[in-house]
């Protein structure tokens, strides 16, 4: 009997370790799925350079996007706003820029972010913005060729996120606008 119960809780641990090795990352994501930001637009001149803005939602990422909206507005950028969960259907090589503005869940991206990173071998006009509890968690590049940023969620951190965003930003355009 002893031998057993061994043998049931052993093979009860086992399960559970490899559940937890294959789904740890995708569990947090499972359980607190975030909402998506509201499409909308902000239109420039037929021929001004225009960025896809991917973003899921919450009270400093829709603080950043009114933000950025305002800055490309200024400078004359159409600006296409999208939740991350429509980058299914994406085209990334359509736009000038691709903004993508996320959380780090489990130590990375959430997979809606990772599958359209993989389906797009060009990665030179991507710009992904990720915020995490303490601001410094960056995404393992792997080689690839995107820009890269990190903040925490604090309000007071709008406007030198939407500055070093813009920077980013500037150079995708540059690149498809030589």
């Not at 001004?48 to 507005?73: C, N, Q, Y």
């Not at 780090?104 to 509890?133: K, Y």
Request: proline content about 3%; glycine content about 4%; charged content about 20%.
């Amino acid at each position: 009997m002893t031998a057993m119960r061994f043998c049931l809780s052993w093979s009860a641990t086992a399960a559970l370790a490899l559940f937890l090795l294959l789904y740890s990352c995708a569990v947090p994501q499972k359980m607190w799925p975030q909402k998506d930001m509201a499409a909308s637009e902000i239109a420039g001149a037929a021929n001004a350079p225009t960025v896809l803005l991917a973003a899921r939602s919450s009270e400093f990422k829709v603080a950043l996007v009114e933000r950025l909206g305002s800055m490309m507005a200024a400078e004359n950028i159409r600006l296409k706003i999208v939740g991350v969960e429509d980058l299914k259907t994406v085209n990334g090589e359509q736009y000038d820029a691709v903004l993508v503005i996320s959380t780090c869940l489990a130590w990375g991206f959430d997979e809606e972010v990772r599958s359209f990173i993989e389906r797009h071998p060009n990665h030179d006009n991507m710009i992904f913005f990720t915020t995490s509890a303490a601001g410094d968690w960056m995404p393992d590049k792997e080689e690839l060729s995107y820009d890269a940023i990190s903040s925490a969620s604090e309000l007071s951190d709008v406007e030198s996120a939407a500055r070093n965003i813009m920077s980013s930003v500037h150079s995708a355009v540059r690149r498809s606008y030589p």
